[in-house]
Structures are given as C-alpha cells and as structure tokens.
C-alpha cells in the first residue's frame, strides 16, 4: 500500500522560532491532510490539500501541496508552547483507495 | 456540541481475556474506524464500517472483531488480548467514504497485564 514518510520525527525548537515538518509519497496523492495531536491527546484534523501547488494558511500554520503531488510541507512562525504536539500528514492508502495511511509524525517541543 | 465519544478512556484487562472497547457519535456520519496507535507511533487502521457494510484491512490480526449495530455505536472486540495489543485505541468517524476529514474520539488506552 501507500506509504508516506515524514521527517523529522523529532523537532526541538525555542519559542518563537520556526518549525517545518515534511511528508513526501513514491506516489502522486490526490490529496494530502495534517492532523495535530497533543500529548495524551487524539489527533485533530487541521487541513485538507487537494490541488497541485495549492497554499493554505491558518494563523502562525502554512501548509503547501507540491506541483506533482508528491510532497506536502507545514510550517508554523514563530512558535509558542501550545505548538506542542505531534504532527501526522496522511494521504490515501492506495489509487482510489478510501483509507488514510498516516506519516509516522513529527514530534514539536517548544522550550519557552 | 456533536461528537465521538469513547468508552473507557481506560482499560486493564489479563492476558487472554476478552475485552471490548466502546465507540458512539453524535455526528450521524456514514463511515466508523478503529485504529491503533502505540507508542510514539502512527495511528494504524484496523477496519472500518460504511454504514452496515464491514471493511477488515489485510492486516489486522483475527483476534480483533467489530460490531456496528446501529448509525451511533462501533464496538471493537478483543478475543484473546496478548502483551503485544496494548495500545490506544482510537474511533474516527467520517460523513462519507472517501478522504474526508476524520473525526476522532478521544481513545481508550488499553493495558494488558
């Protein structure tokens, strides 16, 4: 099946600095979303992409969705300690296929 | 507010005896999966209901079985828990089957002793 691999796993950064996590796919994915868990948390939906190139902004968070499909980044400015969680992007299982599969996470600690 | 709601949040069980985990909603939505997420890792999906029709991923060992007996509830069934099922178990609900957004529950972490 599909697979989706995320770097880093882990991200240590000082409050206000920036953060980037990476997902990238062997496959073109029709579309690409991220979710947040916090510590002890379950995940929440932040973003869905669809669209080759497409940008999408929420707050400090900037999400972006390669031209070919493959590659998925988030960044998020200046961070605060409420940044902290785990970040999973998640792309279809397969062509056509329905179910997500899960990048392995990147793991954000803000030291304040 | 609608939404998934598991029970326990919390759950210790022996080696080998049965255990099952409940899930309900509040959003009406079509689609319910189980997924298990241990330690520092990814959520995996274990299966998935549409409606009534029942939707096992190659991979999921045969001692995991679900219920989904009306739209709210989805229950997962643990036959013969072993060391390696502890976990946190998490519900997710989605309106449709497709790559909608996924909504989840808060999970219930399973212990084996």
């Known amino acids: 099946g599909q697979q989706v691999m995320q770097i880093p796993q882990y991200q240590h950064v000082q409050e206000g600095e920036d953060f980037t996590t990476y997902c990238n796919s062997s496959?073109?994915?029709?579309?690409i979303q991220w979710y947040k868990q916090r510590p002890g948390g379950h995940p929440v939906f932040l973003i869905q992409?669809?669209?080759?190139?497409e940008v999408k902004k929420q707050k400090r968070l900037t999400f972006q969705f390669g031209e070919a499909k493959k590659n998925s980044s988030l960044h998020i400015t200046a961070t605060q300690t409420t940044d902290v969680g785990t970040y999973f992007c998640?792309?279809?299982?397969?062509?056509?296929?329905?179910?997500?599969?899960f990048g392995k996470g990147t793991k954000l600690s803000v030291i304040p | 507010d609608a939404m998934v709601i598991q029970n326990p949040r919390y759950q210790v069980t022996q080696f080998g005896k049965p255990v099952t985990l409940s899930c309900s909603q509040t959003?009406?939505?079509?689609?319910m999966y189980w997924y298990q997420q241990k330690s520092s890792q990814a959520p995996k999906l274990l299966f998935h209901?549409?409606?009534?029709?029942?939707?096992n991923e190659a991979d999921t060992p045969d001692n995991f079985q679900s219920r989904r007996p009306n739209t709210s509830f989805c229950f997962l069934d643990i036959r013969s828990p072993g060391l390696g099922d502890a976990a946190m178990y998490l519900c997710?609900?989605?309106?449709?089957?497709?790559?909608?957004?996924?909504?989840f529950g808060p999970g219930t972490r399973l212990t084996v002793l």
């Open positions: 997710a609900t989605s309106r449709v089957l497709s790559t909608d957004t996924q909504y």
């Open positions: 496959t073109t994915l029709s579309n």
């Open positions: 992409l669809v669209k080759s190139g």
């Open positions: 998640a792309g279809p299982s397969g062509a056509g296929s329905y179910q997500l599969t």
């Open positions: 959003l009406n939505h079509n689609v």
């Open positions: 209901y549409y409606d009534k029709d029942f939707n």
